[in-house]
């Protein structure tokens, strides 16, 4: 899984692949210091995720392992509001 | 799934794979802020895309989870017309 | 899927995964002005193309979708011949 | 697969995929010399490693090959601790 | 697939997803000219590959599709051993 932050949203019509009433977040990636990568990704919502949160975004098949994504057209997912990152003593976050 | 930009068509002979009668098209893939990211991939289309539409791609294993895909040797398919982006004030594009 | 030229042939011996019988074909990457990438691949043929064909590449699971690859241990396969591109004015390529 | 080292650790609220209970490590990439990549993922642990291992970790698909992460929504997973590796005469480890 | 050359060996303990008992093989990536990429990768032999032995990898879920990584936690695999690679005239390999 990789980190994220939600920046935004789309809206799409004349959706295929049972992805119709899905939510669809713009996330900017970051890495384990939680600094932007400089790349984004549009990824299904399945965590009622809101705007600035960091997130956890799932990829490949792996991201059709949930209730919301089952059997959907979906390359990745949020799964997870991340809550604390410990990485040695330096970097660290709290919710 | 990313972003992307309708510029072309591919017709292709001896397929296999069941991607017989698919729509094949040339997809210039965009960042977020609707950008080109200079890359272009071969997608097949699952709804319709004309010339110039800002489509969705998804990728990998999941580009199959359409009715028109399923079981079809597509590594990658177009599963929406991008209606709105909001990232920010800055990014925003309404069709 | 991706854009290919047949430059070359494996011959593999104390092959796994069904792979035996199978036409190993190497592919140089080729972008949407089918120009190259300078990136090559080994792609199982189920097409059976010739030397300086331009060929379709299909990647990941998605590369099994072939009667020819069904259950075999191949991350991707040439699953058609490129008859003709047709990328805004410019680009053009009839076979 | 690819080698990696432990450097911290994640808790996840509101996670979907039955990723609950898992325990989410941050692993530093590290190439075949064990040296960094400058790359760091989040993965879920199947073998109890503990700060500073050198492990394994598989993505994509196979990372649900395991019994705690069978139909989880995890698309990388650690799945061995690094007990040597022998590359050569110039590249050794040994725990 | 990708070419390779078997450059050494790991030993891991604590191993999940049925890899035990797998022998573990350290590959350098090779172009389609057999020069090395400057890439790495772990790879399950399912070959009986020998020390300096040219390879073919396979990658991502279709690694699976052999007698010996089938539902195995393995993100890829050596699936051949190259006996002869001919790329237009100036490319040439026997083993």
New interface residues.
């Given amino acids: 899984?990789?980190?994220g932050r939600v920046?935004?949203?789309?809206?799409?019509?004349?959706?295929?692949?049972?992805?119709t009433g899905l939510r669809?977040l713009?996330v900017?990636g970051l890495?384990?210091s939680l600094q932007s990568t400089g790349k984004?990704?549009?990824?299904v919502d399945?965590?009622?995720a809101r705007h600035d949160d960091i997130v956890?975004v799932?990829?490949?098949?792996?991201?059709?392992?949930?209730?919301?994504t089952k059997?959907?057209?979906?390359?990745?997912?949020i799964?997870?509001?991340?809550?604390?990152?410990?990485?040695?003593k330096k970097?660290s976050y709290r919710r």
């Fill in positions: 899984m990789q980190f920046i935004g949203q789309v809206i799409a019509t004349q959706k295929t692949g049972k992805t669809l713009i900017e890495d384990e984004c990704i549009t990824s399945t965590v009622n956890l799932c990829s490949s098949s792996s991201a059709r392992m949930t209730a919301q059997g959907v057209a979906a390359d990745n997912a799964v997870g509001i991340v809550e604390s990152v410990s990485a040695g970097n």
